[in-house]
């Protein structure tokens, strides 16, 4: 099946600096993909759609400054935390949605996540 | 706004016993519903979906049947093994602007199976 992989799986930092993750899609192209946030024992939310070439389109209440998302190629989108505080500290996961032909296929394909600790 | 409620967890099962987790939505339109699985250190899997009302989605044993009546699509296993152990999320899909869809989670529900 598809894969997407996510880089790094962990990562800690220091208050006020920025972090980026990878998104890649290793064996298909994707032209959308999803970034999600997940806080200990809750449901994953939605922060932003990404289509490739195009600006991210970002769910209410998430700060597009703070969270800036590129999709620069069909196997690549990347999330960047700027300033980074403790209250960023989450699990981060993004999905892949494969487009075939005329209709979307609605299945997603989702990383394994990246555990953001900010001290 | 759309919303997916499911029990809360975890659920602990012997080996071979009967699995029932509950899945309720709200939903404006006519949603896609799914279940997706977590297995410990891996990303979400599709597990199986519907897509419309009275539809049965089917995989590796677990079922689901999309009940528009009572905006449920409970997911059920006669069966389960100590390798069903996992985090599992009811989700619907949702379309948004511009026609992308976008999916709507519950909590999750651990189960946890033991021999």
């Known amino acids: 099946g598809a894969v997407v992989s996510q880089h790094p799986s962990r990562v800690i930092c220091k208050s006020g600096t920025s972090v980026k993750i990878e998104c890649r899609s290793l064996?298909?192209?994707?032209?959308?993909m999803f970034w999600y946030r997940q806080f200990p024992k809750q449901s994953l939310m939605l922060m932003a759609t990404s289509n490739e070439g195009s600006k991210a389109t970002y769910e209410q209440g998430v700060e597009k400054d703070k969270f800036l998302i590129n999709h620069a190629s069909l196997t690549l989108s990347t999330l960047t935390v700027t300033s980074a505080h403790p209250e960023d500290s989450s699990f981060y996961i993004c999905?892949?949605?494969?487009?075939?032909?005329?209709?979307?296929?609605?299945?997603?394909?989702f990383g394994p996540g990246t555990r953001l600790l900010v001290l | 706004g759309d919303s997916v409620t499911q029990m809360e967890g975890p659920v602990t099962l012997s080996e071979e016993a009967f699995l029932t987790i509950n899945c309720t939505y709200t939903?404006?339109?006519?949603?896609?519903l799914f279940w997706y699985v977590q297995y410990p250190g891996e990303g979400l899997q599709l597990l199986l979906k519907a897509t419309k009302a009275d539809d049965k989605g089917s995989n590796k044993g677990f079922e689901a049947t999309y009940r528009k009546e009572t905006t449920s699509f409970h997911l059920e296993k006669g069966s389960v093994q100590v390798s069903d152990s996992a985090v599992y999320f009811c989700?619907?899909?949702?379309?948004?602007?511009?026609?992308?869809?976008?999916?709507?989670f519950g909590a999750g529900t651990r189960l946890a199976v033991h021999p």
């Open positions: 989700a619907l899909s949702d379309p948004g602007a511009g026609g992308y869809n976008k999916l709507i």
């Open positions: 999905s892949a949605r494969v487009a075939s032909g005329i209709i979307y296929q609605e299945t997603q394909y």
């Open positions: 064996d298909f192209q994707a032209t959308t």
């Open positions: 939903a404006t339109g006519y949603p896609s």
